[in-house]
């Protein structure tokens, strides 16, 4: 066994029992917050929180694969795409209305990361990682393919439009866009959270923790590792959905494999397996590389590693050890 | 605690017949044959290497056997998916303790249940009512199971850092969760110390009786094997050596020698 895969399997294994992930106040208090940002804030700004709130829903579908049934991906910048194609063709090819793509996007991509966790059931580990590393690594080339290009706008990419509020309601589209994002990442979350305290969910937890015992007890793991696959990969398709529409544009080249590892990165910051975290994962994927940028426009690169290494060296379970040190200490 | 068998329950429960396994030259087992009566404790003795844990992994079919077959009430397990057993009410405990270990006492026993629910993913996802119904029901039965094995001070710890003998009793209760017809325990004595094999062996028929099993027991401690089992089969280099009451298959000359050899019995 390498020491990446050590390492790894440790981050997964520390993920521990929690009846709730979250006390309700403090989920209360987040959403107020999440509900008032968009306040007196320039349209950019409130752009730039609707992209981490699409992140953080990448990075939960990523936590649900890797914290709940223990198998690594490099490879969601694939699911991502797919679900962002989707979006775009059906929107600015066939005119259909931007809410009805993401379902279509969430079931296609769900039957792609069905049928792509089929032959990664051999693999375990690093070698999973290396080959959904292939996959979001062959990805960009396929929108690029002639036959695909009536479609897919080849290396051009396809325009999208940004939609209208709806019912005359008086918010700005950059503004519209977050609140429905908002919604959508509200009921992924619930999606997840019901997950994982259910016989399905505990079933994903059985086979990262003990396969033998596991199936001993009845527990099908290729059934349960390849519905692992579909459902992060459908949630991570939706994110992809979300981000054609917010962002106006998909292009072969949006969704590079750089995008899996800010994911991966994402889910490291945020804490393997801690949903909640998956929001903090986010901010630090948005805002940190900007932040580096501030601080040094040549060495941008290098001041990023350097705040992530710290981040990590400090935090090795990531932000949820923060929270945990805040739970420890308050009154009950 | 001899069970006179009434003429309906006569067929066996569960039948090994001439099962034979190979692992390069060695022959783990080597037409093994016996057959359990329901509501039996039948132990299974034989020194290190005898093929007990083998003939327990064929039963849970994490073995293929290459010769042989295993019938459960007259029907062959061979043809089920390993994750078919459970259901079709073959538990176990394994030999060094095999549980979920980030997850609490209380999750490790409700996966014990997985072959008993329908819970679906797109149902659990929306946590619809049915789902909340059957989550309720198995959050009874496992306070029960809970209950039943002395659990509840540690039911909502994470199993890794209980002691090994309260380990032990989790994953028996996570075995009975499954509501198993035949329980396979292998060496659910060896850690344990002189007394808590004591409170083991009452515990063990305590929950043949509460649960209506049949007990397949793997004992190096004979002493727990003579007081608790029916009926006893030994093995050694993987073949029957000797079967019969617990006193008949201790004075057994065969079975001295085997275990002579190896350890005293
Ligand atoms: N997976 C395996 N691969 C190779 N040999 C094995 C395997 N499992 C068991 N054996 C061998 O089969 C024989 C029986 O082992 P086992 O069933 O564990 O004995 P027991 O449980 O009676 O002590 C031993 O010689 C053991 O080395
Ligand atoms: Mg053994």
């Given at each position: 066994?390498?020491?990446?895969?050590?390492?790894?399997?440790?981050?997964?294994?520390?993920?521990?029992?929690?009846?709730?992930?979250?006390?309700?106040?403090?989920?209360?208090?987040?959403?107020?917050?999440?509900?008032?940002?968009?306040?007196?804030?320039?349209?950019?700004?409130?752009?730039?929180?609707?992209?981490?709130?699409?992140?953080?829903?990448?990075?939960?579908?990523?936590?649900?694969?890797?914290?709940?049934?223990?198998?690594?991906?490099?490879?969601?910048?694939?699911?991502?795409?797919?679900?962002?194609?989707?979006?775009?063709?059906?929107?600015?090819?066939?005119?259909?209305?931007?809410?009805?793509?993401?379902?279509?996007?969430?079931?296609?991509?769900?039957?792609?990361?069905?049928?792509f966790g089929l032959p990664a059931l051999r693999l375990s580990g690093v070698y999973l990682a290396l080959a959904t590393f292939a996959l979001a690594v062959a990805m960009p080339q396929?929108?690029?393919?002639?036959?695909?290009?009536?479609?897919?706008?080849?290396?051009?990419?396809?325009?999208?439009?940004?939609?209208?509020?709806?019912?005359?309601?008086?918010?700005?589209?950059?503004?519209?866009?977050?609140?429905?994002?908002?919604?959508?990442?509200?009921?992924?979350?619930?999606?997840?959270?019901?997950?994982?305290?259910?016989?399905?969910?505990?079933?994903?937890?059985?086979?990262?923790?003990?396969?033998?015992?596991?199936?001993?007890?009845?527990?099908?793991?290729?059934?349960?590792?390849?519905?692992?696959?579909?459902?992060?990969a459908a949630f991570t398709g939706v994110a992809g959905a979300l981000g054609a529409i917010v962002v106006q544009f998909v292009a072969p080249d949006s969704f590079t494999f750089q995008?899996?590892?800010?994911?991966?990165?994402?889910?490291?910051?945020?804490?393997?397996?801690?949903?909640?975290?998956?929001?903090?994962?986010?901010?630090?994927?948005?805002?940190?590389?900007?932040?580096?940028?501030?601080?040094?426009?040549?060495?941008?690169?290098?001041?990023?590693?350097?705040?992530?290494?710290?981040?990590?060296?400090?935090?090795?379970?990531?932000?949820?050890?923060?929270?945990?040190?805040?739970?420890?200490?308050?009154?009950? | 605690?001899?069970?006179?068998?009434?003429?309906?329950?006569?067929?066996?429960?569960?039948?090994?017949?001439?099962?034979?396994?190979?692992?390069?030259?060695?022959?783990?087992?080597?037409?093994?044959?016996?057959?359990?009566?329901?509501?039996?404790?039948?132990?299974?003795?034989?020194?290190?290497?005898?093929?007990?844990?083998?003939?327990?992994?064929?039963?849970?079919?994490?073995?293929?056997?290459?010769?042989?077959?295993?019938?459960?009430?007259?029907?062959?397990?061979?043809?089920?998916?390993?994750?078919?057993?459970?259901?079709?009410?073959?538990?176990?405990?394994?030999?060094?303790?095999?549980?979920?270990?980030?997850?609490?006492?209380?999750?490790?026993?409700?996966?014990?249940?997985?072959?008993?629910?329908?819970?679906?993913?797109?149902?659990?996802?929306?946590?619809?009512?049915?789902?909340?119904?059957?989550?309720?029901e198995l959050d009874r039965k496992i306070d029960e199971i809970v209950d039943d094995l002395d659990l509840g001070g540690v039911a909502d710890r994470e199993v890794a850092g209980l002691?090994?003998?309260?380990?032990?009793?989790?994953?028996?209760?996570?075995?009975?969760?499954?509501?198993?017809?035949?329980?396979?325990?292998?060496?659910?004595?060896?850690?344990?110390?002189?007394?808590?094999?004591?409170?083991?062996?009452?515990?063990?028929?305590?929950?043949?009786?509460?649960?209506?099993?049949?007990?397949?027991?793997?004992?190096?401690?004979?002493?727990?094997?003579?007081?608790?089992?029916?009926?006893?089969?030994?093995?050694?280099?993987?073949?029957?050596?000797?079967?019969?009451?617990?006193?008949?298959?201790?004075?057994?000359?065969?079975?001295?020698?085997?275990?002579?050899?190896?350890?005293?019995?």
């Open positions: 066994m390498s020491a990446i895969e050590e390492t790894l399997g440790q981050t997964v294994a520390a993920v521990e029992v929690r009846k709730s992930s979250m006390p309700t106040v403090a989920r209360l208090v987040l959403l107020l917050g999440l509900l008032v940002i968009p306040l007196g804030v320039s349209d950019f700004v409130v752009f730039q929180v609707t992209t981490v709130l699409i992140y953080a829903i990448a990075i939960l579908a990523l936590n649900l694969l890797t914290g709940a049934s223990g198998q690594f991906s490099l490879g969601q910048s694939a699911f991502y795409a797919v679900g962002a194609y989707t979006a775009a063709i059906m929107m600015e090819v066939y005119g259909v209305n931007y809410a009805l793509t993401l379902p279509a996007a969430g079931v296609i991509c769900f039957l792609f990361g069905f049928l396929i929108p690029k393919l002639a036959v695909l290009e009536p479609w897919t706008g080849g290396v051009h990419g396809l325009v999208v439009n940004k939609p209208e509020a709806p019912f005359d309601l008086p918010l700005s589209q950059d503004a519209w866009l977050y609140y429905f994002t908002l919604s959508v990442a509200v009921v992924i979350y619930w999606l997840c959270a019901n997950l994982l305290r259910s016989r399905t969910g505990r079933a994903m937890l059985a086979v990262r923790d003990n396969e033998i015992a596991a199936s001993a007890l009845g527990v099908d793991l290729s059934l349960y590792k390849t519905l692992a696959f579909g459902t992060s995008l899996s590892i800010a994911i991966f990165v994402g889910m490291i910051v945020g804490g393997v397996g801690w949903l909640p975290g998956s929001l903090v994962g986010a901010v630090f994927i948005v805002f940190v590389p900007n932040l580096a940028e501030g601080i040094s426009k040549g060495l941008s690169g290098a001041v990023f590693g350097v705040i992530l290494f710290a981040v990590i060296f400090a935090l090795p379970h990531g932000a949820r050890q923060i929270a945990d040190w805040i739970a420890k200490r308050l009154p009950r | 605690m001899n069970h006179s068998n009434s003429p309906i329950e006569a067929r066996p429960i569960l039948s090994v017949r001439g099962v034979t396994v190979q692992f390069g030259g060695i022959k783990a087992l080597n037409g093994v044959t016996f057959d359990m009566q329901r509501g039996q404790v039948l132990g299974l003795i034989g020194p290190n290497g005898a093929g007990k844990t083998t003939l327990f992994n064929c039963l849970s079919r994490l073995y293929q056997p290459s010769d042989g077959d295993i019938l459960l009430e007259g029907e062959s397990i061979l043809a089920r998916k390993p994750a078919g057993i459970a259901k079709m009410g073959i538990g176990r405990t394994f030999q060094n303790v095999a549980l979920f270990p980030t997850l609490s006492v209380r999750d490790n026993i409700r996966i014990g249940g997985h072959c008993r629910s329908r819970g679906d993913l797109v149902s659990d996802a929306l946590r619809l009512p049915w789902v909340l119904r059957e989550e309720r002691p090994f003998g309260t380990q032990k009793r989790v994953e028996l209760g996570r075995a009975l969760a499954a509501k198993p017809k035949v329980l396979l325990l292998d060496e659910p004595a060896g850690g344990l110390n002189h007394e808590e094999v004591y409170v083991l062996g009452d515990l063990i028929c305590r929950i043949r009786d509460a649960y209506n099993l049949t007990v397949l027991l793997v004992e190096h401690h004979m002493g727990l094997v003579m007081k608790i089992a029916d009926h006893v089969v030994a093995l050694n280099f993987g073949s029957k050596l000797a079967e019969g009451t617990p006193a008949a298959v201790r004075s057994d000359p065969a079975v001295i020698k085997a275990y002579l050899g190896s350890e005293a019995a």
